[in-house]
């Protein structure tokens, strides 16, 4: 048994269809103290009835059915539910599926961190379709930390696992704007600790009409996404917010040169000039070629 208890935080809504073999897959995790905190977020399948047989069966499991927040705000509600007493906490989707020795793996490589240190572990994710068929793993990232966790997340967050450290500081210090609970897990562990990256596969990763978010297995695909979502108006992520929050939450704590990152940043969106100018020569980019000649498109046109 590894040393640490650990927590897994699993939001659901509406997740019936896949959620048994989510949930077994979780409460079989071998070699980790593990308890499991549900909340449903206001589900009028039978995921409740679902969900209140699971705790009767099992002491490790306790749920709460609430209404309706949205994903990111209702796992953000689980990390303040959280009990603080734990040394780990895990992010889980409904509809996946975790391979036996998924947190093992990741408290192996968070535990020879020091604790106070705010970390975050991710993995990368085989994809399978609604009857469980794998069809392609992702692609490890080129880059994680900071300042590239401002501009992408190339993180799974169904395989996130943080330790106390950065469970405290997103409790505290918690965004005025919240829009992906994992997103800014990360960019908080990258400001502010450490992120490690774990090539090994340690999730099934279920594809089917119901994702929130679903995932292209291929680089073009995603690029692809991409200029669908410029074009729709649609683009999910928001560098100069995150940096916005990131001064507001934690400016005090903040290294002087990530401070000055953020700053030109948030400055460089003011003016037409300030943006042609940070467009030639940002701080923050994207890790791929195409990606980044999107994203100073983007800058210059005012809309990061």
């Known amino acids: 048994m590894i040393e640490g208890r650990i927590e897994v935080l699993l939001s659901t809504y509406n997740g019936e269809a896949f959620l048994h073999q989510q949930l077994e897959s979780i409460l079989r995790q071998s070699g980790v103290d593990l308890t499991l905190t549900i909340r449903d977020d206001g589900s009028t399948d039978g995921t409740r009835e679902l969900l209140r047989r699971q705790a009767a069966r099992d002491p490790r499991v306790r749920v709460f ?53 705010p970390l975050l572990y991710s993995s ?6 609604q009857d469980g068929r794998p069809f ?3 692609r490890p990232p080129r880059r994680v930390g900071f300042p590239w966790a401002l501009a992408e997340n ?5 395989t996130m696992v943080m330790n ?35 090539p090994a596969v340690t999730v099934r990763y279920r594809q089917h009409g119901g994702n929130l978010i679903g995932a292209s297995t291929t680089y073009v695909g995603t690029l692809l996404q991409r200029f669908r979502k410029v074009e729709r108006g649609r683009w999910t ?4 917010e995150l940096a916005e929050e990131l001064l507001n939450s934690f400016g005090p704590r903040l290294p002087v040169e990530h401070t000055r990152v953020l700053q030109r940043l948030v400055a460089s969106q003011v003016t037409l000039g300030a943006r042609l100018a940070y467009a030639m020569a940002p701080d923050v980019r994207r890790s791929r070629l195409l990606d980044d000649a999107l994203f100073r ?8």
């Open 164 to 198: 106390g450290s950065l469970r405290a500081l997103l409790v505290e210090r918690p965004p005025r704007v919240l829009r992906h609970h994992d997103w800014w897990s990360y960019v908080v562990a990258a400001v502010l600790g450490d992120v490690v990256h774990d």
């Open 65 to 117: 059915t609430e209404n309706n927040l949205g994903s990111a705000a209702s796992f953000f509600a689980l990390l303040g539910r959280a009990d603080p007493e734990a040394q780990y906490f895990a992010f889980a989707d409904q509809d996946d599926e975790w391979l036996p020795d998924k947190l093992a793996r990741a408290l192996a490589m968070l535990g020879s961190r020091p604790r106070t240190v």
């Open 136 to 138: 392609g793993v992702s």
């Open 154 to 158: 190339p993180l799974n967050g169904c």
């Open 297 to 304: 498109l983007l800058i210059l046109a005012g809309r990061i």
């Open 124 to 129: 990368r994710v085989q994809y399978v379709d």
């Open 237 to 240: 992520f928001y560098p100069r």
